[in-house]
């Protein structure tokens, strides 16, 4: 069956830098936009990037910009989150997602969690 493993997280000082690694398997992978979200405690699950098939990447936090990228190997089946210039409000449980190229309304897919959802891996930012 479809799953994703992520990994990489653990505790850095601020400044510093994190790469984050998803493993996918069980599923069409080039079918799909892949994405990373982020949840804290007591918050919503929150959409931070992603990209497509053909590399395209869309930043979705203001916060992150210019410090965080996306990347994926379609031939390993590999998403990859690089995190530079961490800060203290980063700190997170970075999950990864798989949404199919198919769905007709992404923006309603993600509104109802669809897609495979990783467990996450948990990136903490001292000060």
């Known amino acids: 069956q479809a799953q994703l493993v992520e990994s990489g997280g653990g505790l850095v000082q601020a400044g510093g830098s994190v790469n984050l690694s998803c493993a996918a398997s069980?599923?069409?992978?080039?079918?799909?936009?892949m994405s990373w979200y982020r949840q804290t405690p007591g918050k919503e699950r929150e959409l931070v990037i992603d990209?497509?098939?053909?590399?395209?990447?869309?930043v979705y936090l203001d916060s992150v910009k210019g410090r965080f990228t996306i990347s994926r190997d379609n031939a390993k089946n590999m998403v990859y989150l690089q995190m530079n210039n961490l800060k203290v409000e980063d700190t997170a449980t970075y999950i990864c997602?798989?949404?199919?190229?198919?769905?007709?309304?992404?923006?309603?897919?993600?509104?109802?969690?669809?897609?495979?959802w990783g467990k996450g891996t948990t990136v903490t930012v001292s000060s």
């Open positions: 069980g599923f069409a992978f080039n079918d799909y936009r």
């Open positions: 997602n798989a949404l199919s190229i198919y769905v007709s309304s992404v923006y309603w897919a993600r509104q109802n969690g669809m897609g495979y």
């Open positions: 990209i497509r098939r053909n590399g395209d990447s869309v």
